[in-house]
């Protein structure tokens, strides 16, 4: 059975930084593209960034310059490092897995999902 889990977030002030892991279990972790998305209050899902099983990363504007994506195969694990933190960072951050491994931004490409884990950054 494949289980993503996220853990890293809480609660940081506005330009503070923290890094989500999502450990991934149940198949082979590293052909597989992963992605990140989140969900703010009354938001729809939207994408953050995504990692290729090539470690080629792609990230939505917004987080640009601030937002790293990382993966260590031999954990199986994907790393989200966020840096300058905004208020409007603030949701509920999920790791995904593409099965078919599409370039995409969608999340019904997106096969396997985590529970989420809930960023806060106050200002």
């Known amino acids: 059975q494949v289980q993503l889990v996220e853990s890293g977030g809480g609660l940081v002030q506005a330009g503070g930084s923290l890094r989500l892991s999502c450990a991934a279990s149940g198949l082979p972790f590293s052909r597989y593209n992963m992605a990140w998305f989140r969900q703010a209050p009354g938001k729809e899902r939207e994408f953050v960034g995504r990692?290729?099983?090539?470690?080629?990363?792609y990230y939505e504007d917004s987080v640009k310059g601030r937002f790293t994506i990382s993966r260590d195969n031999a954990k199986n694990t994907v790393l989200l490092q966020m840096n300058s933190l905004k208020p409007e960072d603030t949701a509920v951050y999920y790791c995904?897995?593409?099965?078919?491994?599409?370039?995409?931004?969608?999340?019904?490409?997106?096969?396997?999902w985590g529970q989420g884990t809930q960023v806060t950054v106050s200002s």
């Open positions: 995904a897995l593409d099965r078919d491994n599409y370039y995409s931004t969608d999340e019904w490409h997106y096969d396997y």
């Open positions: 990692i290729h099983w090539t470690d080629k990363t």
